[in-house]
Every structure is written in structure tokens, then in C-alpha cells.
Nanobody
Framework: QVQLVESGGGLVQAGGSLRLSCAASGRTFSSYAMGWFRQAPGKEREFVAAISWSGGSTYYADSVKGRFTISRDNAKNTVYLQMNSLKPEDTAVYYC?????????????????WGQGTQVTVSS
């Protein structure tokens, strides 16, 4: 069992930056690939970014490529999402998730544990 707790969300103006953190507890953090997803009001949850167990591989949705960076610190059991050049369309609840599949995956169904989410609001 893995417990995930996101933090770092908030209100920011367009063009600004935020860094989300996801702290994991429970089983060995480095045994999991990690991902970030988001859900905007009235929309389905969508993939944002993923990172392999070692941090050696990452993958991004086209909508955030070049603006967001996913990273992890296995010694701190934490995964991060650095979000730069934020746009109003980035407004959503952001969720981190853990997958026993060690490589990066974009599929929600391949993630086994989910956090409660953190709200990110970008004003225009």
C-alpha cells in the first residue's frame, strides 16, 4: 500500500510558476513509476506527465511539453511537477499517482495508487 499526498497548489497569474510536490509513504517509493494527471471542471481526467522508477525516463502530454518538468527524489520519497508559463487552461485539480509498472505510462488504468489532489488555478 502506498499513500500519496499532494501539495503546492494555489492561485497564480498567467505566465507564473508553481511547483507541486507529492509525498509518498508506505512501500518502497522507488518501486513505482509516478505520474501526474489533472481534471478540469466538467472534463475528464487527463495525463500530464510521468517518470520512471529511476527518474531516467520522462514523458509529457503535448499540452505541457516545454513548460512542465517532472522529477523525483527517491531519498525523500517525493515526486515533483515544476510548472512554468502557466496558462488559464492549466486550471485543474492535479493528482499524483503511482504505478507498479516501472516504466513511464500514460494510462490511468495502469496506476495503482492515487492522491487526493491539489487545486491549481491560473487567472488571466
Amino acid at each position: 500500500q502506498v499513500q500519496l499526498v499532494e501539495s503546492g497548489g494555489g492561485l497564480v497569474q498567467a505566465g507564473g510558476s508553481l511547483r507541486l510536490s507529492c509525498a509518498a509513504s508506505g512501500r518502497t517509493f522507488s518501486s513505482y513509476a509516478m505520474g501526474w494527471f489533472r481534471q478540469a471542471p466538467g472534463k475528464e481526467r487527463e495525463f500530464v506527465a510521468a517518470i520512471s522508477w529511476s527518474g531516467g525516463s520522462t514523458y509529457y502530454a503535448d499540452s505541457v511539453k516545454g513548460r512542465f518538468t517532472i522529477s523525483r527524489d527517491n531519498a525523500k520519497n517525493t515526486v515533483y511537477l515544476q510548472m512554468n508559463s502557466l496558462k488559464p487552461e492549466d486550471t485543474a485539480v492535479y493528482y499524483c499517482a503511482a504505478s507498479i509498472i516501472l516504466v513511464v505510462t500514460t494510462r490511468e488504468s495502469e496506476y495503482d495508487y492515487w492522491g487526493q489532489g491539489t487545486q491549481v488555478t491560473v487567472s488571466s
